[in-house]
């Protein structure tokens, strides 16, 4: 059963800190992961997606690694903003056959970004 | 393009009701996943529809069920309601098979409240 452990649990930075979340998970065979932010009370809002053969992906300030061999994801956020402020939550999509629409989440790391 | 819709967004029911919750997914997506979030146990994941098909359950009770329509339109039925099933219930759509485009992609979720 994939087990996914996000560390740490909550993180209060100064504006324009650059920070990493990290992810990690048991079992290495799966087909991509996925970062969300998740404002309180509100969805999920996809920030990137990584297939199972990718090693990073990047989008603007955000920059998120996979390394499936050792179990670990991390994103990467430069020049923290405290718009940023938001709980993240890496998911794993389960690998191939049947399970695309599955994904198993970590608990999710609450940021701050305090100006 | 709109995205993932989900109607009410709000709901109270008393125990022993049942509720329908609604879920259109993103023009073109044919995959429709359920999932509840709640405080103590995070997002987990209730089930899969692709192609008006039920493509992997989660590990919930029988109380809890779906279906998809030919449309890709979903609901999600809970009958016989506890005051544990008061929750976050969020659906994530996706075109609905491998490779990039499996990024899943959520709504803005129903709040049940079971009084």
């Known amino acids: 059963k994939q087990e996914v452990t996000q560390i740490p649990a909550a993180l209060s930075v100064p504006e324009g800190e650059n920070l990493v979340l990290n992810c990690s998970f048991t079992?290495?065979?799966?087909?991509?992961l996925q970062w969300f932010r998740q404002d309180p009370g509100k969805g999920l809002t996809s920030l990137l997606l990584?297939?199972?053969?990718?090693r990073e992906q990047t989008s603007g300030r955000l920059n998120a690694s996979l390394d499936k061999s050792s179990g670990r994801s991390t994103l990467y956020i430069a020049a923290s903003q405290p718009g940023d402020s938001a709980t993240y939550l890496c998911?794993?999509?389960?690998?191939?056959?049947?399970?695309?629409?599955?994904?198993?989440f970590g608990q999710g790391t609450i940021l701050t970004v305090h100006p | 393009k709109a995205g993932v819709t989900q109607t009410p967004r709000y709901l109270i029911k008393t125990r022993g009701q049942q509720v329908t919750l609604s879920c259109s997914p993103i023009?073109?997506?044919?995959?429709v996943s359920w999932y509840q979030q709640t405080p103590g146990q995070g997002l987990q994941f209730l089930f899969e529809?692709?192609?008006?098909?039920?493509?992997n359950k989660g590990n919930f009770p029988g109380r809890f069920s779906g279906r998809q329509f030919s449309n890709s339109r979903s609901e999600m039925n809970v009958s016989t309601l506890e005051l544990g099933d008061s929750a976050l219930y969020l659906c994530?759509?996706?075109?609905?098979?491998?490779?990039?485009?499996?990024?899943?992609?959520f709504g803005p979720g129903t709040r049940l409240t079971v009084l």
């Open positions: 023009s073109g997506h044919r995959s």
């Open positions: 529809y692709f192609s008006e098909t039920q493509r």
């Open positions: 998911a794993l999509g389960g690998a191939g056959g049947t399970s695309y629409g599955k994904l198993t």
């Open positions: 079992d290495s065979a799966i087909y991509n």
């Open positions: 990584i297939q199972s053969s990718q």
């Open positions: 994530a759509s996706s075109l609905g098979w491998g490779g990039p485009h499996n990024e899943q992609f």
